[in-house]
C-alpha cells in the first residue's frame, strides 16, 4: 500500500499563476478530503468528496479554488490565480468510509506564492 | 457542529518523563473522537481513536487516551516519553452520523534529554 500520494511536495510560484495540486487516494478508499493547514489558521477542510461527488465545498476560500475528482482515482485542487495568502501546506486525506473510518493523510505539497 | 480545544499549544517535558496532552470537545451528539501525530514535513498520522466501548483507549508508540463524557475530554498520555516523540499533535471529533472531522488547533511536544 503506497499510502496516499501527493505531487508536487513542494510548489513556488508567482502571484498571478495558475497553480494545479494532485492527489491519489489509497485504493478502495471512496472519500477524498482536501486540507489546507497554516500557522494562523491550522488544519482547514477545504473540500470532500464521498465517490467521487463534492460533498461539502464550504470550506473553499473563494472562486479562486476549485477541486475535482474526475475518477476514484485521482482528485486535483487548482488556485487560479494565486496570491500571496494562499502559500500554505495542502494535505490530501483518504478513508475507506464516513464516519469512523480513520483518515490517511499524504505527504502534502508546500505552496509558495511570491 | 463540533468543536475541539487543545488548551496547550506547547508542551516541554524532559525524556523519560510522563506527559498529558489535553483535548475537549464539545458536540450534542454522540462523537467518535480521534488524535493524530504530525512528524516535520509530514501528513498526519492517526494515533489511536474512540469509537465506542472501553474509554481508555491504547494507541501506538505507547500512548494512550481517555474518553470522559462527563468532561467532554479526550486527554492523551504517555507514561515515559523519547526524544523521537517530538511532533505536533492533533485531536478530532466527528459525530456518529458523520459529517466532517474536525481538528483541534494542534499542540505541539517538545522533549528535551
Known amino acids: 500500500d503506497a499510502g496516499v500520494i501527493q505531487s508536487p511536495r513542494h510548489e513556488v510560484t508567482e502571484m498571478g499563476q495558475e497553480v494545479t495540486l494532485r492527489c491519489k487516494p489509497i485504493?478502495?478508499?471512496?472519500?477524498l478530503f482536501w486540507y489546507r493547514q497554516t500557522m494562523m489558521r491550522g488544519l482547514e477542510l477545504l473540500i470532500y468528496?464521498?465517490?467521487?461527488?463534492?460533498?461539502?465545498d464550504s470550506g473553499m476560500p473563494e472562486d479562486r479554488f476549485s477541486a475535482k475528482m474526475p475518477n476514484a482515482s485521482f482528485s486535483t485542487l487548482k488556485i487560479q490565480p494565486s496570491e500571496p495568502r494562499d502559500s500554505a501546506v495542502y494535505f490530501c486525506?483518504?478513508?475507506?468510509?464516513?464516519?469512523?473510518?480513520?483518515?490517511?493523510f499524504g505527504n502534502g505539497t508546500r505552496l509558495t506564492v511570491t | 457542529a463540533q468543536s475541539v480545544t487543545q488548551l496547550d499549544s506547547q508542551v516541554p517535558v524532559f525524556e523519560e518523563a510522563p506527559v498529558e496532552l489535553r483535548c475537549n470537545y464539545s458536540?450534542?451528539?454522540?462523537?467518535?473522537l480521534f488524535w493524530y501525530v504530525q512528524y516535520p514535513n509530514q501528513g498526519l498520522q492517526l494515533l489511536l481513536k474512540?469509537?465506542?466501548?472501553?474509554?481508555l483507549v491504547k494507541g501506538i508508540n505507547g500512548f494512550e487516551a481517555e474518553f470522559n463524557k462527563s468532561q467532554t475530554s479526550f486527554h492523551l498520555r504517555k507514561p515515559s516519553v523519547h526524544i523521537s516523540d517530538t511532533a505536533e499533535y492533533f485531536c478530532?471529533?466527528?459525530?456518529?452520523?458523520?459529517?466532517?472531522?474536525?481538528f483541534g488547533t494542534g499542540t505541539r511536544l517538545l522533549v528535551s534529554p
Open positions: 485504493s478502495g478508499h471512496n472519500s
Open positions: 468528496f464521498n465517490n467521487n461527488v463534492p460533498i461539502d
Open positions: 486525506a483518504s478513508t475507506l468510509a464516513l464516519g469512523n473510518s480513520p483518515l490517511h
Open positions: 478530532a471529533v466527528t459525530s456518529t452520523g458523520f459529517q466532517k472531522l474536525v
Open positions: 474512540y469509537l465506542s466501548g472501553s474509554t
Open positions: 458536540s450534542s451528539v454522540s462523537v467518535y
